[in-house]
């Protein structure tokens, strides 16, 4: 599966985004869908993650009552809505794919098919 992030842009603190992970090639309800996030000089971590039929999500601590992943199974999408954001949620995001079961949905290394990722910046 090819994956495509988007929406990506420059919002104030306290603004919204909300990205879009488009698929080719393979449906995505065969992955579980992770988004992850690397700021400059940080290492990647991980954002969210949804099931493979959308009904159970994770959310890292950070990001939790302010981000929502849900699917779109008829576009063959993931979107990350993105509220109440703050100058730390500046990153760049990346939409991934995950054939491995449930408790990998944390761990980089699970996820075989990346985005190219898309830029978020917050500012103050």
């Known amino acids: 599966v090819q994956l495509q992030a988007s929406g990506g842009g420059l919002v104030q603190a306290g603004g919204s985004l909300r990205l879009s992970c488009a698929a080719s090639?393979?449906?995505?309800?065969?992955?579980?869908v992770g988004w992850f996030r690397q700021a400059p000089g940080k290492e990647r971590e991980f954002v969210v993650a949804?099931?493979?039929?959308?009904?159970?999500?994770t959310y890292a601590d950070s990001v939790n009552g302010r981000f929502s992943i849900s699917r779109d199974k008829v576009k063959n999408m993931v979107y990350l809505q993105m509220n109440s954001l703050k100058p730390e949620d500046t990153a760049v995001y990346y939409c991934?794919?995950?054939?491995?079961?449930?408790?990998?949905?944390?761990?980089?290394?699970?996820?075989?098919?990346w985005g190219q990722g898309t830029l978020v910046t917050v500012s103050s």
């Open positions: 090639g393979r449906t995505l309800t065969n992955y579980i």
């Open positions: 949804i099931s493979r039929n959308g009904g159970s999500a």
């Open positions: 991934a794919a995950n054939t491995a079961v449930w408790s990998t949905r944390g761990q980089a290394s699970s996820y075989i098919h």
